[in-house]
C-alpha cells in the first residue's frame, strides 16, 4: 500500500508534526500488523521521529541544525547556494520506519512523526509506504 | 512477527551492544529470509549499527557525539535540559534496518547492533519487527 | 529477494552514485510494489539519498563531513585511528530505504541513491533487499 500526501512548509527551516497524516494513512490501507515506513521525495529534506509535547525540542533541533551546518561556509561548492539544506538532510534522513501495531503506528509516549523542511518555503510530497507482515 | 525487550542502561551516555537480543528474537519467529526493524520507541536514544570488536569505537562515539552537541549551549531553550540528547537521537535515528538471511542478521563482520542511551540511566524498550520476504 | 554487488572505491571519501545498480536489482527480482532496503555491511561506510544532479553537492557532504569528524582529534581512543570515519558511518547510516512503485524506485526528481566510502581505497559489498507488499 502506498498513500501520498504533501505539506505546505512556511519557513527556511521547519518541522512540521505529520503523525495524524501518517495514522490516517495506515488507517485507510486497512493493515493492523505490519512496517511503515514514511519516505521523503526531496533532497533538502528528511523525515525524523523526535518529541512531540513540548515545541521547544523542535525548535532547539532546528537552531542547532543551523549551528552545526550554517549557511554560509568555505568548505561548500554548490552554486544553489543550500549545501546547508542538503547537509541536514544527509544527518536526518530522507526515511523513517516505524512498526504497526493493532492498526496504528507504535509510537513511544513522547514520539511524533515529523517532516522536516530546510530549505523552505516549498510545496512538499510526503510518501506513506506499508508493509502488511 | 512483533517482539520486545528491555534494556537497563547505567550511564547519562552509553551504547549497549544487543546484536544478542536481536538475533535471539529472529530466531524465535522462525522467519528465515526477510527485513527486521529494530526501534527504539524514546525520543532520548536511539539504535546504530557499528563496529562491536574493539569497544573504543562506542567510546569515542559517544565522546565525540558529546562534544558535537554539548548539554549546555545557548540555542537550547527546552525546559527539561536534555536538548542534547534528542539531538543525538535525531543523528543516530530512532530505528536501524537489517536483512535477515538464513534466519540470522546478515550483518558485517565487524558490525554490532547498538542501542545508544543519551539521557540515562533508565530502564529502556526495544521493539524488533521482522518482515518475512 | 535479496541482490548483492560490490564497488570498487578510489579515495579515503567518496560518494558512489549506485543508482543503476540498485534499480537493476529491483528489475532482476521482478518485485512491481514493494520496499526496498540498501545495506551497507561495513562499519567505516554507508548509504544515503541526496543530489544526484550536481556533483558538487556530494562533494560539499564530504568535505563539511571531514570538517564535523576531523581525522584527528584528542577524544578519540580507537587504536586504529579511523574514528572519524565510525562517527560518519553512523551519522550517514548503514541503510536506507526506499519505496518501489511499479517496480521501479521511487526516488524524487533530483535523488540518487550513494554508497558512501568514509575509509577506503576498498572493495566494498552492497546488499539490497527488496520486500514485496
Chains 1, 2, 3 share one sequence.
Not at 541544525?65 to 554560509?72: G, I
Request: overall charge negative; aromatic content about 8%.
Amino acid at each position: 500500500m502506498l498513500k501520498k500526501f504533501s505539506v505546505r512548509t512556511a519557513g527556511r527551516s521547519q518541522l512540521i508534526n505529520i503523525t495524524g497524516q501518517v495514522r490516517e494513512a495506515i488507517r485507510q490501507s486497512g493493515v493492523r500488523d505490519g512496517l511503515v515506513t514514511v519516505y521523503c521525495p526531496h533532497t533538502t529534506a528528511g523525515i525524523t521521529v523526535n518529541e512531540g509535547a513540548d515545541p521547544d525540542v523542535a525548535g532547539d533541533l532546528l537552531r542547532y541544525l543551523d549551528n552545526l551546518c550554517p549557511w554560509e561556509h568555505p568548505l561548500y561548492f554548490h552554486s544553489e547556494g543550500n549545501t546547508a539544506a542538503h547537509m541536514k538532510a544527509g544527518i536526518v534522513g530522507a526515511a523513517q520506519a516505524i512498526p504497526v501495531v493493532d492498526g496504528d503506528l507504535a509510537l513511544g509516549t513522547w514520539q511524533a512523526v515529523f517532516f522536516c523542511e530546510f530549505d523552505g518555503p516549498r510545496e512538499r510530497k510526503i510518501l506513506v509506504k506499508i508493509i502488511e507482515g
